[in-house]
């Protein structure tokens, strides 16, 4: 680590607020994309979500999102086939 990233509190070991690079959010504040696909009964399984969302065809809040692990929260708007899902968990 260089002095520059002391100074600067680039040390992901000296900042509460990230972790292995990801943001740290409490239980049950987000979800993944595909889980919540998922858990919706919007899909069978997850393999059927991976490919929706890969292939383009779920928008998250009025854009189209390819990334599965995504993570949404509530108010977020997950739309598939047309139809609009509020995330209310």
Known sequence: M???DTENNTDIRNNPGIRNNTAQYAPGEVIDL?????LAGLVDTGG???FLIQTGEVRLNGE?????RK???RGDRVELDG?????DF
Do not use: C, G, P, Y
């Open 64 to 68: 189209v999102e390819t990334r599965r």
């Open 34 to 38: 595909q889980d919540f696909l998922k």
């Open 2 to 4: 260089s002095d520059a």
């Open 83 to 87: 139809n609009e899902h509020l995330v």
């Open 71 to 73: 993570k949404i929260m």
């Open 48 to 50: 059927e979500a991976k």
